[in-house]
Structures are given as C-alpha cells and as structure tokens.
C-alpha cells in the first residue's frame, strides 16, 4: 500500500490527570468546544478523572468531542476493590482509554504484562486503547531507546491483532510534564521506528493506518512542527489540555488552521 497520510485522520488527545474539580470540567470542555467551532477534519478525546466522566459527558453534548479514561482494569466484575471495567467505560459513552501511561508505570506498578491484559479487555469491550510506551532519559542517553520501545511494544501488544482498533502514544519519559519536548527529528525517528515494527509484524495494511501520537510538553508553540512529522498522526498532551486556549490552538495547528 502506498503511504498516504491522508489516511490517518489527526488525533488530539487531553490528559487531564489529577485535576479539576466537576465545575471546571464541564467548564474547560464548553471553552475548547467555542474555541474550536467549525473546525473539522481531526478527532479530539479529552480524558477527565473516573468520578467526572458523566459530567465532561454532558458538556461534551453533540460537539464531536470523545471521552477518555485515564486507565482501566481487566477484569469485567468481581471482588476488584477500585478498579473500573471497559464495559463500564462503554456503559457511560467512553470510547477510549489511556493504558501504559508511564505515571502509571512509575507509580502503579504498571507493566508491559498488565498493559496487555488491559489492552485486550478494552479491545473486547469496544473501549479503543490508547497504548504508551516511552524511554526514561537515561535510556535514551545509553542508546536504548529502540530497544525499550520494542520490548514495550512486544509486550503490550502480545497476542493482539485488532491493531486498526488502537492508538500508540510515544511518550519519551524525560519529555512529559518537564517543558522539554522531542525535537520533531526525535520523534519522527521513534515513530518511524514504531510503524516499522507495526509493518513487520502486521503488515503494510495495518501499519499505514495506526495512529501513533506524540506525547511531552507538546504545546502550542511546538505542535505545528511535531505535528508536521510523517509519522506523528497527533498528540497526547498533558499540561497544555488544561489550558483551552493551548489545548484549541494544538487542535486547530493540526488541521493547519
Ligand atoms: C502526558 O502526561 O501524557 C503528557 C504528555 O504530559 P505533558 O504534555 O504535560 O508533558
């Protein structure tokens, strides 16, 4: 198949984390909605905290806007003490869920087995899985990067074939939450490097048409180059999601308004 980038509608993605309370969430999702009226062409997922999930529903309203959890379990019910399931995910209207971000790694003992587990139960619920991976600075700095990425991707994506299904975020560790981006050099080279193991384990039809985002303190003054990328299909953005100007003017750069 030949490269067509066309294919690959852009994805802007919010994490919101830890923050907001149910007032400013509705109230954040209605700014980036008027700050982005007319604007077509691109998808836009904003991932607000489990409790306020039905309230970003109702201010999301037929805006086009989807919904994102930041996690999800793999279990469908059970004596699971805190854990949310895909099915219930989808219950409320949310489409899609964060999975492997590398908070979670660092803090929640995340690893590539239970990103599998949890890939594949969103994957079976109809929940998309937005899967990242990403090197700490000390493995970049050792040159491992690529390394990493695929013992990552090997892991996560075990025994997984509805790959059009899901979304990878390329999160370099030193980038998130820091200022200090990827230059758009550095991030097409992973991402070119993610697509070819895509091809080479899946196939040209399947690699052309993933989207792999970047994310780390991407912004507005830097999407538009990050975003020009090949192989950078859009972003997932955590600091700069909490700012709708930021957040609408990243929107609007993808889409070259
Ligand atoms: C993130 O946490 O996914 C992220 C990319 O954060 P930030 O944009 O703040 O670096």
Not at 23 to 48: E, F, N, W
Not at 93 to 116: K, L, M, P
Not at 147 to 153: A, S, Y
Request: glycine residues 10%.
């Amino acid at each position: 198949m030949v490269y067509n980038p066309a294919m690959r509608k852009k994805l802007i993605a919010g994490n919101w984390k830890l923050n907001n309370n149910s007032l400013q969430t509705g109230d954040l999702i209605r700014k980036i909605i008027a700050l982005t009226a007319g604007i077509s062409g691109v998808d836009v997922v904003v991932a607000p905290v489990f409790p306020f999930l039905h309230a970003a529903r109702e201010a999301i309203g037929s805006s086009g806007i989807e919904l994102a959890a930041q996690d999800v379990f793999w279990e469908e019910k059970g004596a699971f003490t805190g854990e949310v399931a895909p099915s219930m995910l989808a219950d409320i209207g949310c489409r899609w869920a964060i999975i492997g971000h590398s908070e979670r790694r660092q803090y929640f003992g995340e690893t590539d087995e239970t990103v599998n587990k949890k890939t594949k139960a969103a994957i079976k619920a109809g929940v998309r899985p937005i899967v990242c991976v990403g090197e700490t600075l000390a493995e970049r700095e050792s040159g491992a990067t690529e390394k990493v990425i695929e013992k990552q991707l090997e892991g996560g994506f075990r025994d997984i074939s509805e790959f059009p299904m899901t979304v990878i975020a390329y999160e370099p560790v030193w980038a998130i939450g820091t200022g200090k981006n990827a230059t758009s050099q550095q991030a097409q080279d992973v991402h070119a490097f993610i697509r070819g193991w895509l091809k080479a384990k899946r196939g040209s039809d399947v690699a052309d048409v993933v989207r792999i985002l970047y994310g780390g303190s991407m912004k507005s003054s830097n999407a538009a180059e990050l975003l020009a990328c090949p192989d950078v299909d859009g972003g997932l953005i955590g600091g700069a999601s909490l700012i709708a100007e930021d957040f609408s003017a990243i929107i609007r750069l993808s889409v070259g308004k």
